[in-house]
């Protein structure tokens, strides 16, 4: 088992419970991948059994205590100071609450004042010598819980890996109107047809499936509570103009856009469950919604 007291996002103390092969007990009780297995033979990675090196035969017995220490790694970005709203942190996560008009990660056309930018000064600052790796992301225009891996080990177990069903991310869309069903499943295929960055529903599109609850009803709006059971981009957009209820200041999805309402989409990442690899403790966050989303609902309600 993993010894709680002694982990940090760069090393990783694992007592084992009986004899094992090392490769066995990383893959099987410690949940690395075999590509990470693999790359700590070609990195500066040190790997010790007991503070000796690790024996030729391979092998750990019972009470033996495995270190694995990570290569640093250097930043990529520009790191820029901002003040970041931190919700959760441990040795392998860090869980932020992001404002609306923030772009995430840099592109070629915006190197920065990205959240990523941020997130490399917080590290910095922290001493945490890793790679910024984002879990999920979001629209710059979409506010709410946005969870980075410290590790590459952390990324791999919550991206693709066991946990990666575990995460249940839940968001709150402020509507034009109102579901026929109170409740009910979006099961729509959505496609990207050429280079245009909107998204359709199309037959010939991924497999995209959002669950939604509707909060609160009005003559005109909506507040509809929703769950992800997919991560397509754009999925909540595209899903809920598909059953007439677009987003309020949603201008790809919302043929009655007024940025008079709101300057941007309605939506908000409000809550989130998940793991935490090591401890494999349930993590559960709420991010209230935004000052513009609230005074949205109060000029609806006049």
Sequence with gaps: ?????????????????????IKH??????HFSIRQIARIKKNDDVLTINDKPMPKNGKIKKGDILKLVLADEKNEYLPQNKKLKVLYEDEDLLIIDKPPFTVVHPTKSHQEDTLLNYIEYY???????SKVRFISRLDRDTSGIIS?????????????????????????????????????????????????????????????ITYYDVQKASDNFSIIKLLLGTGRTHQIRVHLSHIGCPIIGDELYNANYD????????????????????????????????????????????
């Design 25 to 30: 007990l990383m893959l099987d009780k410690m």
């Design 123 to 129: 590290f910095e600052q922290n001493n945490i010598n």
């Design 259 to 302: 940025p008079a309402l709101l300057n941007r989409q309605a939506l908000h990442c409000s809550d989130l469950e998940i793991m935490s690899p090591r401890s494999e403790k349930i993590i559960k966050l709420h991010s209230d919604l935004p000052n513009d989303m609230q005074e949205l609902i109060n000029k609806l309600k006049k």
């Design 148 to 208: 980075v891996a410290k590790n590459s080990f952390s990324h791999y177990a919550l991206s693709q890996g066991y946990l990666s069903n575990k995460i249940k991310k839940y968001y709150t869309a402020i509507t034009n109107s109102t579901p026929k069903e109170k409740d009910g499943v979006i099961d729509a295929p959505i496609y990207k047809d050429g280079d245009d960055i909107k998204r359709i529903i199309d037959p010939k599109g991924q497999a995209a």
């Design 1 to 21: 088992m993993y010894l709680q007291d002694k982990q940090k996002y760069n090393e990783f103390v694992y007592i084992s419970e009986e004899d094992i092969h």
